[in-house]
DNA sequence: GTTCCGCATGAATCGATAG
DNA sequence: ACTATCGATTCATGCGGAA
Protein backbone atom coordinates (compact mmCIF):
# COMPACT_ATOMS: atom_id res chain seq x y z
CA UNK A 1 0.00 0.00 0.00
CA UNK A 2 2.55 2.52 -1.25
CA UNK A 3 5.36 4.02 0.87
CA UNK A 4 5.35 4.51 4.46
CA UNK A 5 4.26 8.16 5.36
CA UNK A 6 5.19 10.14 8.29
CA UNK A 7 1.74 11.00 10.64
CA UNK A 8 0.62 13.44 13.69
CA UNK A 9 3.16 15.89 12.27
CA UNK A 10 2.57 19.31 11.06
CA UNK A 11 5.05 20.52 8.10
CA UNK A 12 6.61 24.13 8.15
CA UNK A 13 6.31 25.56 4.66
CA UNK A 14 4.41 26.67 1.65
CA UNK A 15 1.52 23.47 1.05
CA UNK A 16 2.38 23.83 -3.29
CA UNK A 17 5.71 22.63 -2.12
CA UNK A 18 5.29 20.31 0.95
CA UNK A 19 2.13 18.70 -0.88
CA UNK A 20 4.39 17.18 -3.31
CA UNK A 21 6.30 15.34 -1.06
CA UNK A 22 3.57 13.29 0.06
CA UNK A 23 2.66 10.09 -2.11
CA UNK A 24 -0.39 8.80 -3.87
CA UNK A 25 -3.54 8.14 -2.58
CA UNK A 26 -2.46 8.12 1.22
CA UNK A 27 -4.75 10.57 2.87
CA UNK A 28 -8.82 9.60 3.66
CA UNK A 29 -10.05 13.28 4.24
CA UNK A 30 -9.05 16.76 3.88
CA UNK A 31 -10.28 19.68 5.56
CA UNK A 32 -9.20 22.72 5.12
CA UNK A 33 -9.86 26.58 5.21
CA UNK A 34 -8.01 28.44 2.82
CA UNK A 35 -6.98 32.00 3.16
CA UNK A 36 -9.57 34.01 1.33
CA UNK A 37 -8.84 36.35 -1.23
CA UNK A 38 -6.99 39.52 -0.12
CA UNK A 39 -7.04 37.92 3.68
CA UNK A 40 -3.30 36.87 5.20
CA UNK A 41 -1.57 39.41 3.26
CA UNK A 42 1.49 38.92 5.40
CA UNK A 43 1.54 35.43 4.99
CA UNK A 44 0.02 33.95 1.46
CA UNK A 45 0.43 37.68 0.11
CA UNK A 46 -2.63 38.47 0.00
CA UNK A 47 -3.76 37.39 -2.81
CA UNK A 48 -5.91 39.10 -5.10
CA UNK A 49 -9.13 37.90 -6.39
CA UNK A 50 -8.50 37.96 -9.93
CA UNK A 51 -5.75 36.11 -9.01
CA UNK A 52 -7.03 33.88 -6.97
CA UNK A 53 -8.53 30.55 -8.62
CA UNK A 54 -4.97 30.81 -10.32
CA UNK A 55 -3.32 30.78 -7.64
CA UNK A 56 -5.62 27.70 -5.45
CA UNK A 57 -5.91 25.29 -8.80
CA UNK A 58 -1.92 23.48 -8.39
CA UNK A 59 -2.82 23.09 -4.74
CA UNK A 60 -6.20 21.12 -5.52
CA UNK A 61 -4.25 19.44 -8.10
CA UNK A 62 -2.25 18.30 -5.24
CA UNK A 63 -4.85 17.14 -2.82
CA UNK A 64 -6.21 15.37 -5.43
CA UNK A 65 -3.09 12.92 -5.93
CA UNK A 66 -2.35 12.61 -2.18
CA UNK A 67 -6.28 11.90 -1.45
CA UNK A 68 -7.38 8.32 -1.53
CA UNK A 69 -9.88 7.80 -4.34
CA UNK A 70 -12.76 7.23 -1.52
CA UNK A 71 -11.73 9.77 0.51
CA UNK A 72 -13.44 13.27 0.85
CA UNK A 73 -12.29 16.82 0.52
CA UNK A 74 -14.39 19.41 2.46
CA UNK A 75 -13.41 23.06 1.34
CA UNK A 76 -14.68 25.84 3.77
CA UNK A 77 -14.69 29.06 1.59
CA UNK A 78 -16.61 32.27 1.82
CA UNK A 79 -17.05 35.00 -0.88
CA UNK A 80 -15.57 38.32 0.23
CA UNK A 81 -17.14 41.46 -0.79
CA UNK A 82 -15.28 43.26 -3.43
CA UNK A 83 -16.58 46.17 -4.50
CA UNK A 84 -19.74 46.44 -3.17
CA UNK A 85 -20.47 43.04 -4.80
CA UNK A 86 -19.80 39.08 -3.47
CA UNK A 87 -16.87 38.19 -5.19
CA UNK A 88 -17.05 35.86 -7.89
CA UNK A 89 -13.99 33.69 -7.05
CA UNK A 90 -15.61 30.80 -5.79
CA UNK A 91 -17.83 29.91 -7.88
CA UNK A 92 -14.95 29.79 -10.36
CA UNK A 93 -13.04 27.83 -8.02
CA UNK A 94 -15.63 25.13 -8.07
CA UNK A 95 -15.85 25.13 -11.73
CA UNK A 96 -12.16 25.10 -12.46
CA UNK A 97 -12.36 22.35 -9.98
CA UNK A 98 -14.44 20.14 -11.68
CA UNK A 99 -12.91 20.56 -14.30
CA UNK A 100 -9.81 18.69 -12.69
CA UNK A 101 -11.80 16.18 -12.30
CA UNK A 102 -13.21 16.81 -9.01
CA UNK A 103 -17.01 15.85 -8.23
CA UNK A 104 -18.77 18.26 -6.69
CA UNK A 105 -20.61 16.20 -4.53
CA UNK A 106 -22.50 18.50 -1.65
CA UNK A 107 -22.42 21.67 -0.37
CA UNK A 108 -22.84 22.14 2.93
CA UNK A 109 -23.42 25.05 4.79
CA UNK A 110 -22.22 25.75 7.91
CA UNK A 111 -24.51 28.72 10.17
CA UNK A 112 -21.74 30.81 11.85
CA UNK A 113 -24.55 31.84 14.79
CA UNK A 114 -22.47 34.31 16.04
CA UNK A 115 -20.98 36.41 13.31
CA UNK A 116 -18.91 39.17 13.06
CA UNK A 117 -20.93 42.65 14.25
CA UNK A 118 -21.59 45.44 11.71
CA UNK A 119 -23.74 47.62 10.13
CA UNK A 120 -24.16 48.94 6.27
CA UNK A 121 -26.70 50.17 4.02
CA UNK A 122 -26.48 47.56 1.68
CA UNK A 123 -26.35 44.57 3.88
CA UNK A 124 -26.34 42.49 6.64
CA UNK A 125 -24.03 40.76 9.06
CA UNK A 126 -22.73 37.57 7.22
CA UNK A 127 -23.92 34.77 9.26
CA UNK A 128 -22.91 31.38 6.40
CA UNK A 129 -19.75 30.10 4.82
CA UNK A 130 -20.02 27.51 2.28
CA UNK A 131 -18.44 23.76 2.80
CA UNK A 132 -18.37 22.36 -0.10
CA UNK A 133 -17.93 18.22 -0.48
CA UNK A 134 -15.46 17.25 -3.20
CA UNK A 135 -14.71 13.67 -3.79
CA UNK A 136 -12.89 11.75 -6.61
CA UNK A 137 -15.33 9.29 -7.42
CA UNK A 138 -19.53 9.12 -6.97
CA UNK A 139 -18.54 5.97 -4.03
CA UNK A 140 -16.94 7.18 -1.32
CA UNK A 141 -16.81 6.53 2.19
CA UNK A 142 -19.27 8.13 4.62
CA UNK A 143 -20.61 7.19 7.73
CA UNK A 144 -23.63 9.10 8.44
CA UNK A 145 -24.69 6.81 11.82
CA UNK A 146 -21.68 9.10 13.59
CA UNK A 147 -23.10 12.22 13.60
CA UNK A 148 -26.46 11.66 13.91
CA UNK A 149 -28.54 13.68 16.39
CA UNK A 150 -31.05 13.63 19.43
CA UNK A 151 -34.63 13.89 17.90
CA UNK A 152 -37.30 15.65 19.82
CA UNK A 153 -35.62 18.66 21.92
CA UNK A 154 -34.64 20.89 19.56
CA UNK A 155 -36.03 19.87 16.31
CA UNK A 156 -39.96 19.29 17.28
CA UNK A 157 -40.07 22.36 19.84
CA UNK A 158 -39.04 24.35 16.75
CA UNK A 159 -41.87 23.18 14.28
CA UNK A 160 -44.42 23.59 17.54
CA UNK A 161 -42.77 27.20 18.28
CA UNK A 162 -44.32 28.38 14.72
CA UNK A 163 -45.69 31.43 15.52
CA UNK A 164 -42.24 32.48 18.00
CA UNK A 165 -39.41 31.22 15.76
CA UNK A 166 -41.10 32.05 12.23
CA UNK A 167 -38.73 35.22 11.37
CA UNK A 168 -37.47 35.25 14.93
CA UNK A 169 -33.40 34.51 15.15
CA UNK A 170 -32.48 30.97 15.57
CA UNK A 171 -33.09 30.02 19.13
CA UNK A 172 -29.88 30.70 20.95
CA UNK A 173 -30.20 27.43 22.89
CA UNK A 174 -30.61 24.44 20.51
CA UNK A 175 -27.16 23.31 20.28
CA UNK A 176 -27.74 21.67 17.05
CA UNK A 177 -26.75 18.35 18.53
CA UNK A 178 -23.09 19.05 17.01
CA UNK A 179 -20.20 17.70 18.72
CA UNK A 180 -22.41 15.77 21.24
CA UNK A 181 -21.12 12.37 21.55
CA UNK A 182 -23.36 9.87 20.46
CA UNK A 183 -23.19 7.82 23.32
CA UNK A 184 -24.56 10.69 25.45
CA UNK A 185 -27.75 9.86 23.99
CA UNK A 186 -28.12 6.52 24.40
CA UNK A 187 -31.73 5.40 24.47
CA UNK A 188 -33.03 8.59 22.80
CA UNK A 189 -34.13 8.97 19.69
CA UNK A 190 -31.60 9.38 16.85
CA UNK A 191 -31.91 11.35 13.23
CA UNK A 192 -29.80 12.04 10.80
CA UNK A 193 -28.69 15.41 10.71
CA UNK A 194 -29.29 18.13 7.56
CA UNK A 195 -26.44 19.38 5.33
CA UNK A 196 -26.85 23.10 7.62
CA UNK A 197 -24.08 23.24 10.81
CA UNK A 198 -25.18 25.31 13.65
CA UNK A 199 -22.12 26.23 14.96
CA UNK A 200 -20.93 29.19 16.68
CA UNK A 201 -17.05 30.47 15.99
CA UNK A 202 -14.82 29.97 19.03
CA UNK A 203 -14.03 33.59 20.01
CA UNK A 204 -12.48 33.71 23.70
CA UNK A 205 -9.25 32.04 23.43
CA UNK A 206 -6.44 34.42 23.40
CA UNK A 207 -3.58 32.38 22.76
CA UNK A 208 -4.83 31.72 18.95
CA UNK A 209 -7.48 32.63 16.67
CA UNK A 210 -9.02 29.56 14.48
CA UNK A 211 -10.81 30.32 11.90
CA UNK A 212 -13.41 28.29 12.46
CA UNK A 213 -14.45 25.60 15.51
CA UNK A 214 -12.92 22.57 16.80
CA UNK A 215 -16.47 20.80 16.24
CA UNK A 216 -16.83 21.51 12.84
CA UNK A 217 -13.77 19.18 11.37
CA UNK A 218 -14.93 17.06 13.98
CA UNK A 219 -18.33 16.78 12.54
CA UNK A 220 -16.77 16.25 9.08
CA UNK A 221 -14.05 13.67 10.04
CA UNK A 222 -16.66 11.62 12.40
CA UNK A 223 -18.75 11.81 9.07
CA UNK A 224 -16.31 10.97 6.69
CA UNK A 225 -13.74 8.75 8.13
CA UNK A 226 -12.96 5.44 11.03
CA UNK A 227 -10.65 5.54 13.52
CA UNK A 228 -6.76 5.59 12.37
CA UNK A 229 -7.95 7.18 9.34
CA UNK A 230 -5.49 10.09 7.98
CA UNK A 231 -6.27 13.81 7.87
CA UNK A 232 -4.90 16.25 5.99
CA UNK A 233 -5.01 20.07 6.28
CA UNK A 234 -2.67 22.43 4.09
CA UNK A 235 -3.74 25.51 5.44
CA UNK A 236 -3.39 24.43 9.57
CA UNK A 237 -3.04 27.70 11.26
CA UNK A 238 -3.53 27.20 15.02
CA UNK A 239 -4.45 23.47 14.55
CA UNK A 240 -7.92 22.88 15.07
CA UNK A 241 -8.02 20.27 12.21
CA UNK A 242 -5.57 18.22 14.16
CA UNK A 243 -6.97 18.56 17.21
CA UNK A 244 -10.02 17.46 15.97
CA UNK A 245 -8.77 14.34 14.56
CA UNK A 246 -6.55 13.43 17.78
CA UNK A 247 -9.62 13.85 19.87
CA UNK A 248 -11.14 11.11 17.45
CA UNK A 249 -8.48 8.81 17.46
CA UNK A 250 -7.78 9.56 13.97
CA UNK A 251 -3.82 10.68 12.53
CA UNK A 252 -3.56 13.63 10.74
CA UNK A 253 -0.60 15.76 8.70
CA UNK A 254 -0.66 19.46 9.21
CA UNK A 255 1.48 21.59 6.65
CA UNK A 256 1.56 25.79 7.42
CA UNK A 257 3.76 28.55 6.42
CA UNK A 258 4.04 30.87 9.96
CA UNK A 259 6.48 28.98 12.26
CA UNK A 260 4.96 30.49 15.23
CA UNK A 261 1.46 28.97 14.45
CA UNK A 262 3.25 25.81 14.47
CA UNK A 263 4.43 25.77 18.32
CA UNK A 264 1.20 27.26 19.10
CA UNK A 265 -0.55 24.07 17.82
CA UNK A 266 1.70 21.97 19.22
CA UNK A 267 1.27 23.37 22.78
CA UNK A 268 -2.07 23.57 22.30
CA UNK A 269 -1.62 19.52 20.89
CA UNK A 270 0.12 18.78 23.73
CA UNK A 271 -1.86 20.14 26.33
CA UNK A 272 -4.31 17.94 25.46
CA UNK A 273 -3.34 14.68 24.59
CA UNK A 274 0.69 14.73 26.24
CA UNK A 275 1.31 11.12 25.45
CA UNK A 276 0.15 10.75 21.74
CA UNK A 277 2.02 14.12 21.15
CA UNK A 278 5.12 12.96 22.55
CA UNK A 279 5.77 10.58 19.97
CA UNK A 280 4.95 13.11 17.57
CA UNK A 281 7.55 14.75 15.42
CA UNK A 282 7.02 18.57 13.83
CA UNK A 283 9.40 19.44 11.22
CA UNK A 284 11.69 22.55 11.56
CA UNK A 285 10.56 23.35 15.30
CA UNK A 286 12.00 20.28 17.63
CA UNK A 287 12.48 23.46 19.89
CA UNK A 288 9.33 24.30 20.05
CA UNK A 289 8.44 21.14 21.83
CA UNK A 290 11.34 21.82 24.94
CA UNK A 291 8.88 24.38 26.12
CA UNK A 292 6.85 21.81 27.91
CA UNK B 1 -43.07 58.38 -15.35
CA UNK B 2 -43.69 56.13 -18.23
CA UNK B 3 -46.84 54.47 -19.00
CA UNK B 4 -49.49 53.51 -16.39
CA UNK B 5 -49.13 50.04 -15.67
CA UNK B 6 -52.09 47.54 -14.46
CA UNK B 7 -51.80 45.94 -10.88
CA UNK B 8 -52.60 43.75 -9.07
CA UNK B 9 -53.04 40.77 -11.61
CA UNK B 10 -51.70 37.76 -12.71
CA UNK B 11 -51.23 37.31 -16.18
CA UNK B 12 -51.88 34.19 -18.27
CA UNK B 13 -49.08 32.76 -20.44
CA UNK B 14 -45.12 32.45 -20.54
CA UNK B 15 -42.71 34.59 -18.96
CA UNK B 16 -40.45 35.20 -22.10
CA UNK B 17 -43.80 36.51 -23.75
CA UNK B 18 -46.19 38.28 -20.97
CA UNK B 19 -42.14 40.30 -19.75
CA UNK B 20 -41.99 41.80 -23.21
CA UNK B 21 -45.43 44.23 -22.46
CA UNK B 22 -44.38 45.71 -19.76
CA UNK B 23 -42.79 49.22 -19.53
CA UNK B 24 -39.15 50.27 -18.63
CA UNK B 25 -38.63 50.43 -14.88
CA UNK B 26 -41.59 49.99 -13.24
CA UNK B 27 -40.98 47.16 -10.93
CA UNK B 28 -39.78 47.76 -7.55
CA UNK B 29 -39.26 44.31 -6.49
CA UNK B 30 -38.51 40.87 -7.97
CA UNK B 31 -38.70 37.98 -6.29
CA UNK B 32 -39.17 34.89 -7.72
CA UNK B 33 -38.50 30.62 -7.55
CA UNK B 34 -38.48 29.58 -11.15
CA UNK B 35 -38.51 25.82 -12.07
CA UNK B 36 -35.56 24.20 -11.02
CA UNK B 37 -33.75 22.41 -13.91
CA UNK B 38 -35.68 19.42 -14.53
CA UNK B 39 -38.65 20.00 -12.63
CA UNK B 40 -42.34 21.16 -13.81
CA UNK B 41 -41.57 19.13 -17.18
CA UNK B 42 -45.10 19.59 -17.45
CA UNK B 43 -45.26 22.96 -17.65
CA UNK B 44 -41.89 24.30 -18.87
CA UNK B 45 -40.80 21.19 -20.59
CA UNK B 46 -38.12 20.51 -18.04
CA UNK B 47 -35.04 22.52 -18.90
CA UNK B 48 -32.31 19.77 -18.90
CA UNK B 49 -29.28 21.04 -16.35
CA UNK B 50 -27.14 21.83 -19.72
CA UNK B 51 -30.08 24.25 -21.12
CA UNK B 52 -30.93 26.27 -18.14
CA UNK B 53 -28.67 28.68 -18.11
CA UNK B 54 -29.57 29.69 -21.84
CA UNK B 55 -32.99 29.35 -20.94
CA UNK B 56 -33.74 31.86 -18.39
CA UNK B 57 -30.95 34.20 -19.44
CA UNK B 58 -33.64 35.85 -21.98
CA UNK B 59 -36.19 36.17 -19.19
CA UNK B 60 -33.29 38.03 -16.81
CA UNK B 61 -32.57 40.49 -19.03
CA UNK B 62 -36.53 41.10 -19.47
CA UNK B 63 -36.33 41.15 -15.86
CA UNK B 64 -33.25 43.99 -15.54
CA UNK B 65 -35.51 46.43 -17.87
CA UNK B 66 -38.57 46.47 -16.26
CA UNK B 67 -36.49 46.51 -12.85
CA UNK B 68 -36.18 50.19 -11.53
CA UNK B 69 -32.68 51.48 -10.94
CA UNK B 70 -33.07 51.53 -7.15
CA UNK B 71 -35.13 48.23 -7.24
CA UNK B 72 -33.96 44.85 -5.84
CA UNK B 73 -34.12 40.95 -7.78
CA UNK B 74 -34.33 38.20 -4.95
CA UNK B 75 -33.97 35.09 -7.00
CA UNK B 76 -34.35 31.80 -4.88
CA UNK B 77 -33.03 28.84 -6.38
CA UNK B 78 -31.20 25.41 -5.59
CA UNK B 79 -29.06 23.20 -7.34
CA UNK B 80 -30.36 19.94 -8.15
CA UNK B 81 -28.61 16.09 -7.83
CA UNK B 82 -27.44 15.51 -11.70
CA UNK B 83 -26.04 12.20 -11.72
CA UNK B 84 -24.56 12.23 -8.07
CA UNK B 85 -23.54 15.76 -8.09
CA UNK B 86 -24.52 19.30 -7.53
CA UNK B 87 -25.51 20.73 -10.81
CA UNK B 88 -23.34 23.51 -11.97
CA UNK B 89 -26.50 25.44 -13.41
CA UNK B 90 -26.78 27.94 -10.67
CA UNK B 91 -23.31 29.32 -10.57
CA UNK B 92 -23.23 29.50 -14.23
CA UNK B 93 -26.28 31.36 -14.13
CA UNK B 94 -25.03 33.93 -11.61
CA UNK B 95 -21.72 34.16 -13.52
CA UNK B 96 -23.67 34.95 -17.12
CA UNK B 97 -25.95 37.18 -14.56
CA UNK B 98 -23.70 39.28 -14.06
CA UNK B 99 -22.17 39.47 -17.67
CA UNK B 100 -25.89 40.96 -18.37
CA UNK B 101 -24.93 43.73 -16.34
CA UNK B 102 -26.48 42.43 -13.06
CA UNK B 103 -24.71 43.22 -9.74
CA UNK B 104 -24.26 40.26 -7.40
CA UNK B 105 -24.80 42.37 -4.34
CA UNK B 106 -25.75 39.68 -1.45
CA UNK B 107 -26.23 36.16 -1.38
CA UNK B 108 -29.29 35.23 1.75
CA UNK B 109 -29.28 31.93 2.71
CA UNK B 110 -32.35 30.09 3.65
CA UNK B 111 -32.09 27.97 6.23
CA UNK B 112 -35.64 24.84 5.77
CA UNK B 113 -35.96 24.33 9.62
CA UNK B 114 -38.11 21.62 7.96
CA UNK B 115 -37.03 20.17 4.83
CA UNK B 116 -38.00 17.42 2.21
CA UNK B 117 -37.46 13.96 4.43
CA UNK B 118 -35.47 11.14 3.19
CA UNK B 119 -32.61 9.27 3.20
CA UNK B 120 -29.54 8.45 0.92
CA UNK B 121 -26.21 6.75 0.74
CA UNK B 122 -24.16 9.80 0.07
CA UNK B 123 -25.86 12.95 1.30
CA UNK B 124 -28.06 13.92 3.56
CA UNK B 125 -31.74 15.63 3.52
CA UNK B 126 -31.13 19.80 1.46
CA UNK B 127 -32.33 22.25 4.16
CA UNK B 128 -31.26 25.13 2.68
CA UNK B 129 -31.34 27.25 -0.55
CA UNK B 130 -30.00 30.26 -2.26
CA UNK B 131 -31.91 33.45 -2.45
CA UNK B 132 -29.29 35.97 -4.55
CA UNK B 133 -29.86 39.79 -3.94
CA UNK B 134 -29.35 41.31 -7.39
CA UNK B 135 -28.86 44.57 -8.23
CA UNK B 136 -29.16 46.74 -11.17
CA UNK B 137 -27.01 49.64 -8.98
CA UNK B 138 -24.93 50.05 -5.96
CA UNK B 139 -27.29 52.24 -4.53
CA UNK B 140 -30.76 50.73 -4.21
CA UNK B 141 -33.40 50.83 -1.73
CA UNK B 142 -33.43 48.86 1.70
CA UNK B 143 -35.10 49.69 5.18
CA UNK B 144 -33.05 47.52 7.15
CA UNK B 145 -35.29 49.14 10.04
CA UNK B 146 -38.24 47.33 8.75
CA UNK B 147 -36.87 43.72 9.20
CA UNK B 148 -35.46 43.54 13.07
CA UNK B 149 -35.23 41.34 15.35
CA UNK B 150 -35.22 40.56 19.20
CA UNK B 151 -31.89 39.86 20.61
CA UNK B 152 -30.18 36.95 20.68
CA UNK B 153 -30.75 36.50 24.51
CA UNK B 154 -33.62 38.72 24.76
CA UNK B 155 -36.29 35.44 25.73
CA UNK B 156 -33.83 34.97 28.27
CA UNK B 157 -33.55 37.88 29.89
CA UNK B 158 -37.50 38.48 29.89
CA UNK B 159 -37.94 35.10 30.95
CA UNK B 160 -36.42 36.16 34.16
CA UNK B 161 -38.25 39.26 34.49
CA UNK B 162 -42.10 38.08 35.07
CA UNK B 163 -43.91 41.42 34.98
CA UNK B 164 -41.99 41.98 31.32
CA UNK B 165 -42.92 38.05 30.92
CA UNK B 166 -46.43 38.77 30.81
CA UNK B 167 -46.03 41.43 28.51
CA UNK B 168 -44.60 39.60 25.97
CA UNK B 169 -46.76 36.46 26.20
CA UNK B 170 -49.50 39.08 25.67
CA UNK B 171 -48.14 40.80 22.85
CA UNK B 172 -47.25 37.22 20.77
CA UNK B 173 -50.78 35.92 21.41
CA UNK B 174 -52.52 38.78 19.70
CA UNK B 175 -50.46 38.92 17.06
CA UNK B 176 -49.96 35.14 16.69
CA UNK B 177 -51.49 34.94 12.78
CA UNK B 178 -48.69 35.71 10.48
CA UNK B 179 -45.57 38.07 10.13
CA UNK B 180 -43.97 39.58 12.74
CA UNK B 181 -44.72 43.26 13.18
CA UNK B 182 -41.40 45.40 14.04
CA UNK B 183 -44.11 47.27 16.23
CA UNK B 184 -44.81 44.21 18.67
CA UNK B 185 -40.87 44.59 19.81
CA UNK B 186 -40.56 47.82 20.18
CA UNK B 187 -39.25 49.40 23.31
CA UNK B 188 -35.86 48.05 23.10
CA UNK B 189 -33.51 45.05 22.36
CA UNK B 190 -34.17 44.91 18.51
CA UNK B 191 -31.09 44.48 16.47
CA UNK B 192 -30.09 43.58 12.96
CA UNK B 193 -31.08 40.65 11.58
CA UNK B 194 -27.85 38.42 9.45
CA UNK B 195 -28.22 37.24 6.15
CA UNK B 196 -29.36 33.63 7.13
CA UNK B 197 -33.30 32.76 7.48
CA UNK B 198 -34.60 30.44 9.55
CA UNK B 199 -37.92 29.67 7.81
CA UNK B 200 -40.03 26.23 8.23
CA UNK B 201 -41.36 25.49 4.67
CA UNK B 202 -45.31 25.28 4.64
CA UNK B 203 -46.64 21.87 4.78
CA UNK B 204 -49.02 20.15 2.52
CA UNK B 205 -51.08 22.73 0.47
CA UNK B 206 -53.74 20.14 -0.26
CA UNK B 207 -53.85 22.14 -3.94
CA UNK B 208 -50.07 23.00 -4.74
CA UNK B 209 -47.25 22.86 -2.78
CA UNK B 210 -45.98 26.38 -2.60
CA UNK B 211 -42.22 26.59 -3.43
CA UNK B 212 -41.29 29.19 -0.61
CA UNK B 213 -43.60 29.80 2.86
CA UNK B 214 -45.77 32.86 2.79
CA UNK B 215 -42.70 34.06 5.21
CA UNK B 216 -39.82 34.65 2.72
CA UNK B 217 -41.31 37.19 0.27
CA UNK B 218 -42.68 39.19 3.22
CA UNK B 219 -39.54 39.46 4.28
CA UNK B 220 -37.68 40.85 1.28
CA UNK B 221 -40.48 42.99 0.37
CA UNK B 222 -40.61 44.29 3.61
CA UNK B 223 -36.60 45.02 3.22
CA UNK B 224 -36.77 46.27 -0.16
CA UNK B 225 -40.00 48.26 -1.13
CA UNK B 226 -42.88 50.74 0.75
CA UNK B 227 -46.54 50.28 1.05
CA UNK B 228 -47.90 51.26 -2.50
CA UNK B 229 -44.17 49.91 -3.95
CA UNK B 230 -44.33 47.12 -7.30
CA UNK B 231 -43.64 43.61 -6.52
CA UNK B 232 -43.49 41.12 -9.78
CA UNK B 233 -43.08 37.45 -9.52
CA UNK B 234 -42.27 36.32 -13.10
CA UNK B 235 -43.13 32.45 -11.92
CA UNK B 236 -45.95 33.46 -9.55
CA UNK B 237 -47.47 29.44 -8.96
CA UNK B 238 -49.79 29.57 -6.86
CA UNK B 239 -49.41 33.14 -5.55
CA UNK B 240 -47.42 33.31 -2.79
CA UNK B 241 -45.29 36.21 -3.83
CA UNK B 242 -48.99 38.06 -4.45
CA UNK B 243 -50.37 37.29 -0.81
CA UNK B 244 -47.09 38.83 0.69
CA UNK B 245 -47.57 41.88 -1.41
CA UNK B 246 -50.89 42.20 -0.83
CA UNK B 247 -50.35 41.59 2.99
CA UNK B 248 -48.13 44.28 3.14
CA UNK B 249 -49.88 47.14 0.85
CA UNK B 250 -47.60 46.59 -2.14
CA UNK B 251 -49.17 46.02 -5.43
CA UNK B 252 -48.12 42.73 -7.22
CA UNK B 253 -47.84 41.50 -11.02
CA UNK B 254 -47.85 38.14 -11.11
CA UNK B 255 -47.20 35.63 -14.50
CA UNK B 256 -48.39 32.12 -14.60
CA UNK B 257 -48.23 29.33 -17.00
CA UNK B 258 -51.05 27.43 -15.99
CA UNK B 259 -54.33 28.17 -15.95
CA UNK B 260 -55.11 26.15 -12.65
CA UNK B 261 -52.81 28.10 -10.96
CA UNK B 262 -53.80 31.14 -11.48
CA UNK B 263 -57.74 30.00 -10.71
CA UNK B 264 -56.22 28.83 -6.94
CA UNK B 265 -53.75 32.21 -6.52
CA UNK B 266 -57.04 34.22 -7.29
CA UNK B 267 -59.40 32.15 -4.82
CA UNK B 268 -56.99 32.78 -1.86
CA UNK B 269 -55.82 36.08 -2.55
CA UNK B 270 -59.49 37.03 -2.64
CA UNK B 271 -60.52 34.77 0.60
CA UNK B 272 -57.90 36.87 2.25
CA UNK B 273 -58.53 40.14 1.04
CA UNK B 274 -62.01 39.81 -0.49
CA UNK B 275 -62.13 43.93 -0.75
CA UNK B 276 -59.15 44.80 -2.75
CA UNK B 277 -59.40 41.50 -4.81
CA UNK B 278 -62.36 42.31 -5.81
CA UNK B 279 -61.63 45.40 -8.07
CA UNK B 280 -58.24 43.36 -9.51
CA UNK B 281 -58.53 41.89 -12.87
CA UNK B 282 -57.24 38.61 -13.84
CA UNK B 283 -56.22 38.21 -17.52
CA UNK B 284 -58.17 35.06 -19.17
CA UNK B 285 -59.33 33.82 -16.38
CA UNK B 286 -62.46 36.46 -15.59
CA UNK B 287 -64.96 33.49 -15.46
CA UNK B 288 -63.06 32.02 -11.90
CA UNK B 289 -63.71 35.39 -10.24
CA UNK B 290 -67.20 34.60 -10.58
CA UNK B 291 -67.44 31.36 -8.62
CA UNK B 292 -67.32 33.71 -5.52
C1' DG C 1 -20.87 25.90 44.52
C1' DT C 2 -24.17 28.93 41.78
C1' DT C 3 -25.68 32.86 39.34
C1' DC C 4 -24.93 37.15 37.37
C1' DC C 5 -22.66 40.93 35.15
C1' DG C 6 -18.89 43.18 32.71
C1' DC C 7 -15.79 42.84 29.08
C1' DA C 8 -12.77 41.47 25.30
C1' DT C 9 -12.94 39.47 20.88
C1' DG C 10 -13.86 38.08 16.35
C1' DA C 11 -12.07 35.30 7.96
C1' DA C 12 -16.49 42.14 8.27
C1' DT C 13 -17.61 46.17 5.52
C1' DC C 14 -18.17 50.92 4.31
C1' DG C 15 -16.80 55.51 3.65
C1' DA C 16 -13.66 59.11 4.55
C1' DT C 17 -9.06 60.57 4.56
C1' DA C 18 -4.39 60.48 3.07
C1' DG C 19 -0.54 59.56 -0.18
C1' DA D 1 -8.11 58.81 -10.64
C1' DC D 2 -6.56 55.13 -7.94
C1' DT D 3 -4.88 52.67 -3.89
C1' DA D 4 -3.83 52.11 1.08
C1' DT D 5 -5.04 52.96 5.73
C1' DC D 6 -8.18 53.89 9.52
C1' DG D 7 -12.28 54.83 12.34
C1' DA D 8 -17.10 53.71 13.14
C1' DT D 9 -20.43 50.45 13.37
C1' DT D 10 -22.29 46.21 15.88
C1' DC D 11 -23.58 41.59 18.63
C1' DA D 12 -23.09 36.44 20.11
C1' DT D 13 -20.03 34.07 22.94
C1' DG D 14 -17.37 32.64 26.84
C1' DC D 15 -14.30 33.94 30.29
C1' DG D 16 -13.33 35.86 34.93
C1' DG D 17 -14.54 38.19 38.91
C1' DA D 18 -18.19 39.50 42.12
C1' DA D 19 -22.26 38.76 44.92
Redesign the interface.
Given at each position: MGKQIETNIIHHGDCRRILQTLPDECVDLIVTSPPYADRRKHTYGGVPPDEYVGWFLPITAELRRVLKPEGSFILNIK?RVVD???G?YV??L??AM?KQGW?????Y?W?KKN?YPG?W????????EHCYHLTKQ?E?K?F?EAVMVPMGDWAEK??KN????????????SKSGFGKRVANWIGRDLV?????LHLATEVSNKNHSAVFPLELPMWFIRLFTQKGDLVLDPFMGSGTTARAAVKLDRKYVGIELQQEYIGLANRVLQAEQPALIAESKTAYSVKKRKKR
Open positions: EGERTMEVLRLWTEECHCKPNRFRDAWKFMQRLLSKTDLVRDESRYPTNV
